[in-house]
């Protein structure tokens, strides 16, 4: 009993100096025990609930019917009301900026803000940016407002502890706990931009635009989606990494929407191409003519390894990199050729046409 006492103390003394803000050191004497609540009551002011009306468009299913299109006058689309609620993050008390999710908000006219004392007030949406599923809304008015840090996802690991916070299924406020689960997950097919992260803490319907907190009291990642048969928790969600939300939020606030340029290049997997030995790098399989990637000196056959320093492990994680930077940025790759590295510097040039990613699909939570 004693040895179990013993690593129990130096357990809680690890922990509490890695979070000193969360965790309070048990006194065996006194029965006092570790919580998390003195970091909820820091952070939860942040976290507003969201109220939207408006109207969408979407596709009729009798439309699909070749029965009903032959005798009826079947629109092919229909017009929807749309009452949902949803979460928010305040991360600009001054300017009352909100980072929530695309889905949220997609399709209104009308967006209330309910803060955690009960406080309401009016948004309007700034902008949306349907790739990534993010959208920035401003309170109008805002008074007496609190706002969340913005952290670094960058330096997330898996096994780190984290708190998600939102209004799952309209109860209110809710707090739920759980760790980094996986980090980098793509080919979900929620988003045209995917670099989730993964956790076990609890999301549900209408967490979506929640925050997902670090134990330092962080802003690290907008919680999004799940996988789940019957809609509801499993233990898998998925937020938006706030370094990729926080890249939106600054085009939206500059300018209003998100203007993605390219370097003209095909990119594959590596553990997608056969005889490599490395299995972790963006494969360049197509060089454009005439191309900043072409001009920079790129080839067919390069493993880009890190853009601007970061490492890059997958192509998607590149294509993040390019479709979040600026145009007219340089963008510097670290490049492996012939087994040799070398950097180059590439300049983002717009887009040849506009053309528009696709909107989000199943499992979006209100």
């Given at each position: 009993?004693?040895?179990?006492?013993?690593?129990?103390?130096?357990?809680?003394?690890?922990?509490?100096?890695w979070f000193?803000?969360?965790?309070?050191?048990?006194?065996?004497?006194?029965?006092?025990?570790?919580?998390?609540?003195?970091?909820?009551?820091?952070?939860?002011?942040?976290?507003?609930?969201?109220?939207?009306?408006?109207r969408v468009r979407e596709d009729n299913p009798l439309y699909r019917d070749p029965i009903f299109r032959e005798f009826f006058d079947v629109p092919r689309q229909i017009e929807k009301e749309v009452n949902a609620t949803g979460?928010?993050?305040?991360?600009?008390?001054?300017?009352?900026?909100?980072?929530?999710?695309?889905?949220?908000?997609?399709?209104?006219?009308?967006?209330?803000?309910?803060?955690?004392?009960?406080?309401?007030?009016?948004?309007?949406?700034?902008g949306r940016d349907p790739p990534t599923d993010v959208a920035v809304l401003q309170i109008q008015n805002p008074i007496g407002l609190k706002a969340l840090p913005l952290g670094d996802s960058d330096v997330l690991e898996v096994g780190d502890f984290v708190l998600a916070i939102g209004n799952p299924f309209g109860l209110g406020q809710t707090v739920t706990s759980g760790l980094v689960s996986?980090?980098?997950?793509?080919?979900?097919?929620?988003?045209?931009?995917?670099?989730?992260?993964?956790?076990?803490?609890?999301?549900?319907?209408?967490?979506?635009?929640?925050?997902?907190?670090?134990l330092r009291g962080d802003l690290i990642g907008i919680n999004s989606a799940i996988i789940s048969p019957a809609g509801g928790?499993?233990?898998?969600?998925?937020?938006?990494?706030?370094?990729?939300?926080?890249?939106?939020?600054?085009?939206?606030?500059?300018?209003?929407?998100?203007?993605?340029?390219?370097?003209?290049?095909?990119?594959?997997?590596?553990?997608?191409s056969a005889n490599r030995v490395r299995n972790e790098g963006a494969l360049i399989a197509e060089v454009a003519p005439?191309?900043?990637?072409?001009?920079?000196?790129?080839?067919?056959?390069d493993i880009v390894t890190a853009a601007?320093?970061?490492p890059i492990r997958t192509a998607a994680q590149l294509r993040n990199k390019v479709g979040l930077a600026r145009i007219g940025q340089d963008v510097k790759?670290?490049?492996?050729?012939?087994?040799?590295?070398?950097?180059?510097?590439?300049?983002?040039?717009?887009?040849?046409?506009?053309?528009?990613?696709?909107?989000?699909?199943?499992?979006?939570?209100?």
């Open positions: 009993m004693c040895v179990v006492r013993l690593l129990l103390s130096a357990f809680i003394l690890a922990c509490a100096a000193p803000a969360a965790a309070q050191i048990p006194d065996l004497k006194t029965g006092s025990i570790p919580t998390l609540a003195p970091l909820v009551r820091q952070v939860t002011p942040a976290v507003v609930n969201i109220s939207v009306h408006g979460s928010g993050v305040i991360v600009d008390a001054q300017r009352g900026y909100v980072l929530t999710n695309n889905h949220v908000v997609e399709g209104t006219s009308t967006v209330q803000i309910t803060t955690k004392d009960g406080r309401q007030f009016s948004a309007k949406v700034m996986a980090l980098g997950r793509t080919g979900l097919g929620k988003q045209g931009y995917e670099d989730f992260i993964q956790t076990d803490a609890a999301i549900n319907p209408g967490n979506s635009g929640g925050a997902l907190v670090s928790n499993v233990g898998i969600g998925f937020a938006i990494p706030v370094n990729m939300a926080r890249q939106v939020m600054e085009q939206i606030v500059s300018t209003g929407r998100v203007e993605r340029g390219r370097i003209g290049v095909a990119l594959q997997d590596l553990r997608l005439d191309s900043p990637a072409e001009k920079s000196g790129l080839r067919k056959g601007n320093d970061h790759l670290t490049v492996q050729r012939d087994g040799a590295p070398y950097t180059v510097m590439v300049q983002i040039a717009p887009p040849l046409d506009a053309t528009t990613a696709s909107v989000p699909g199943a499992h979006r939570l209100r």
